[in-house]
């Protein structure tokens, strides 16, 4: 809305700020962050009147977890309203990568709205059946998949110019990415804290990507590829570390909010399209390793059960493993964050190790 305006003005004086996305991402980060600091307290009280008893705790789980009772869900509203409305903001609205991204992260989130709704008024677990759910999900990455996608090689880090031709298989591969994006922050989301951190951090490397990806002369200079006007992408990263930030803020332990599958599945499925949208896919899986250890520590844990019955984790995901192991929770949620961190850092030395 604002980048409209300054070209109405022709980027003279003040608005000619506008004109760069670095200024407009730092808006942006901004923006959220304010928007979801100031309606944070009547939302969650809001969420509380209406929830009852709030996100119904596994009785299976860590018994510290008990001691949630009555804590609130949903909260990945507040993510999603502080995450769109800075984006309405200050994004070129000519974009389509944007657009897309926007349409992954508000239709997931309505799928996990849908999922947390049915938890909450049912005070059950099961929520929306998980074929429905997935069918869904795959609707909307395909279609995003379908906007976004350009180039049909797959980009491979480190060796420049290097690729796997996947042709028209690489829109089923960009839908599972979104996908099990997704689902992996999802199951990641089981700690206060423990998810919205490694997002953020996540979303702060893929604005560097972005950014870079979306310049010519950078791209050709690191190796990477070079995807036009990809760059309004930093933007949508910065305002969701901005949204993501005020969000921590009510949810650093002890919680008075949870993101639940509203926020989990909506933020995994925007990593998910823009890593497919600037083709770094594999570096999505090296910057977002904490979710891929995650959502394995899952399948591995499924699979190993169903077969011999025994398991291989003491409860999975795996950060409930190192709870029952006897760390406290903050302390699983710290060193997690310290390794997104480290695994960021390795995700970000792929684009100048070629």
């Not at 008990?66 to 869900?73: E, F």
């Not at 995901?317 to 060193?335: A, D, N, Y």
Request: aromatic share 12%; proline share 4%; net charge positive.
């Amino acid at each position: 809305m604002l980048y409209i305006l300054a070209q109405w003005l022709h980027f003279e004086g003040l608005a000619n700020l506008i004109r760069y996305q670095s200024f407009r991402a730092g808006a942006a980060l901004l923006t959220a962050l304010a928007i979801g600091l100031l309606i944070g307290p009547r939302f969650i009280n809001m969420l509380r009147v209406r929830q009852g008893k709030g996100q119904p705790i596994r009785e299976d789980g860590p018994q510290s977890h008990l001691a949630k009772r009555g804590t609130p869900t949903m909260g990945g509203l507040m993510i999603v309203i502080a995450l769109t409305v800075a984006l309405v903001l200050w994004m070129d609205l000519g974009s389509r990568y944007v657009w897309a991204s926007l349409a992954v992260t508000l239709g997931f989130g309505l799928i996990g709205f849908l999922d947390d709704y049915d938890k909450v008024t049912k005070y059950a677990h099961k929520g929306v059946p998980a074929k429905v759910r997935l069918l869904g999900e795959f609707v909307v990455a395909g279609v995003a998949a379908w906007l976004v996608v350009t180039d049909t090689n797959l980009h491979v880090p480190v060796f420049s110019n290097l690729y796997i031709p996947l042709g028209p298989f690489y829109y089923l591969f960009a839908a599972f990415v979104i996908v099990g994006a997704g689902n992996a922050v999802n199951l990641t989301d089981g700690l206060d804290g423990l998810a919205i951190m490694p997002v953020i951090i996540a979303s702060g490397t893929f604005a560097i990507i972005a950014y870079l990806a979306g310049r010519a002369d950078y791209a050709v200079y690191l190796g990477i590829p070079h995807v036009p006007r990809a760059g309004e992408l930093a933007i949508f990263c910065a305002a969701t570390m901005g949204a993501g930030l005020a969000f921590l803020w009510f949810n650093a332990p002890p919680a008075a909010v949870f993101m639940g599958d509203t926020g989990s599945l909506a933020l995994g499925g925007m990593l998910g399209v823009i890593a497919v949208s600037v083709h770094h896919e594999i570096v999505l899986a090296i910057v977002g390793g904490l979710f891929v250890m995650e959502a394995v520590s899952v399948i591995v844990q499924v699979f190993v059960y169903k077969r011999t019955g025994k398991r291989v984790f003491r409860m999975a995901p795996i950060h409930h493993h190192f709870e029952q192991l006897g760390w406290r929770e903050s302390t699983v949620v710290i060193r997690f964050w310290i390794v997104s961190i480290v695994l960021a850092l390795l995700g970000l030395a792929t684009l100048k190790v070629r």
